[in-house]
């Protein structure tokens, strides 16, 4: 198995390609993420690196360029074999928890693993297990209305693991919270990802969280450079 969990090889980006409106966003962006490495992506807003995520993430296709996860290609995949990709071997962290408001926050991490055909018991056990280990056990049986935004967004961390993947990508993922919440959140996340093994590609344009990961890259003008 490859030590190199995330390959960007090349990758191009236009919004209206072809077209006398194209605007670039990515000119060729090379880049690799290896196990257990956590990788920030510093862009201030509007820069692509959402684009980028999201095309890492196989959300969205290159124009041109390859993504390889844990060594294997994803160019030409049919979409039944790239959103299998995705829902085993990613997940994702957004600005937004996007919980299920009806559902408790152990539920928000259940559904998905009985979606991937894990079995109730062992889904719930797990979802514990990570909840635990953010410190919020005691808000399990709590729906995401009655917890703080921190709390929501440690929930929205657990269920990103819930299926055990390789990657994790996240944008701004303490972009919501006040300095104080954030940096107790990104903690929680980061002792996650550490003790877990994780790969993490963090998109931030928080300067004093990207220089507690173990690189830095900016994305400026659709290229990339090492900070």
Do not use: W
């Not at 635990?132 to 961390?157: C, D, K, L, W, Y």
């Amino acid at each position: 198995m490859s030590d190199i969990v995330l390959r960007l090889s090349g990758i191009e980006k236009s919004y209206d390609p072809g077209t006398p409106k194209a605007v670039p966003v990515l000119r060729g962006v090379d880049l690799e993420v290896v196990r257990g490495e956590v990788v920030a992506l510093v862009a201030p807003s509007g820069a692509g690196k959402s684009t980028l995520l999201h095309i890492a993430g196989l959300l969205d296709t290159p124009d041109a360029g390859e993504v390889e996860i844990g060594g294997k290609s994803m160019t030409g995949l049919t979409e039944r074999l790239r959103t299998e990709s995705r829902r085993m071997d990613i997940g994702f962290v957004y600005q937004f928890h996007h919980l299920l408001p009806e559902f408790t926050a152990a539920e928000n991490i259940v559904l998905p693993q009985l979606a991937n055909g894990v079995a109730r018991a062992e889904a719930q056990t797990h979802a514990n297990e990570l909840l635990e280990s953010v410190g919020i056990a005691a808000r399990a049986g709590h729906r995401p209305a009655a917890m703080s935004g921190g709390e929501q967004q440690r929930v929205a961390f657990c269920r990103a693991l819930a299926n055990r993947p390789r990657l994790l990508l996240a944008d701004e993922p303490t972009g919501n919270l006040d300095p104080a919440t954030s940096d107790q959140v990104f903690d929680a996340l980061m002792a996650l990802v550490r003790g877990r093994g994780l790969s993490a590609l963090i998109a931030t344009h928080n300067m004093a969280l990207a220089a507690r990961m173990d690189r830095q890259f900016r994305l400026d003008d659709g290229q990339i450079r090492a900070l």
